[in-house]
């Protein structure tokens, strides 16, 4: 029937709809089952309209052989009272009736072959309508999961990783300020180390300065006051002394 045809259209196109609108495929799952139970109860009721066109086609096939045998009936029993006359029109009405059940019966059997078919129909329908129900959790589960495992792909291939992608960045930045401090930490070491080296030969200078200081005042002994340099002292080095007075000039 055109219900029925029209009720298959629009399971598949439920389907196809939800496939083409697969970014919120939970929503659409539900949306869909809702709309199956609409298609379901208005192909219900069409059947239920069937059944009843059935019925009253039932009723008045009853009632015309029911008639037909009444008049049958008085046609007897105006035989019998010798009134052909009421017989003659008693069996008018039986043909009445008779003409009227000959037409209704296959009306009435086409009518129950068209309700009983629907009814198999519907209970198709129906039973489709309760494994939708109960695929819809488990399919809506699936979803979820591949809405996860989306998700995480596209981490690891790259896409929608904008955060790893800054920590990284941020990561980087502080190795190399940490470069950075290292590399001016050794600068400033050697600066200080030099800086240390010249305050060594300014506290030399100054006992050296001391020393010729006590010579001059006789406050040395004559060991100390000796003013002939070491032998292995460096010829340049002892050159240096002489011009800054630290030793006597040579003879």
Do not use: C
């Not at 029911?66 to 009936?73: A, I, L, P, S």
């Not at 078919?117 to 329908?125: F, P, S």
């Not at 240390?196 to 010579?215: C, I, N, P, V, W």
Request: proline share 3%.
């Amino acid at each position: 029937m055109g219900i029925f045809s029209r009720m298959s259209d629009i399971f598949k196109a439920n389907v196809n709809d939800t496939l083409d609108k697969a970014e919120d495929p939970e929503k659409m799952l539900k949306q869909m089952v809702i709309e199956m139970e609409e298609s379901v109860n208005k192909a219900t009721l069409a059947v239920g309209n069937a059944i009843a066109n059935e019925k009253t086609l039932e009723r008045k096939l009853l009632k015309a052989r029911e008639e037909t045998n009444n008049w049958h009936q008085k046609a007897m029993q105006a035989v019998n009272a010798g009134r052909d006359d009421l017989a003659k029109a008693a069996l008018e009405k039986k043909a009445l009736y008779e003409r009227n059940t000959k037409d209704l019966e296959p009306t009435y059997q086409q009518a129950k072959d068209t309700s009983t078919k629907m009814r198999a129909q519907l209970d198709t329908l129906k039973s489709k309508l309760d494994e939708a129900r109960t695929r819809q959790n488990t399919l809506i589960a699936r979803s979820q999961a591949a809405k996860a495992q989306k998700q995480i792909a596209q981490a690891f291939s790259g896409v929608g990783s904008d955060a790893f992608s800054k920590f990284d960045k941020f990561e980087s930045k502080v190795e190399q300020l940490e470069s950075q401090a290292d590399a001016f930490g050794q600068l400033a070491g050697d600066n200080t180390a030099l800086e240390d080296q010249f305050k060594q030969l300014d506290r030399a200078g100054t006992d050296s300065e001391l020393l010729a200081l006590k010579a001059s005042m006789g406050k040395l002994p004559a060991a100390s006051a000796s003013s002939e340099p070491s032998p292995a002292e460096d010829p340049e080095v002892m050159e240096l002394k002489r011009q800054m007075g630290q030793l006597p000039p040579k003879s």
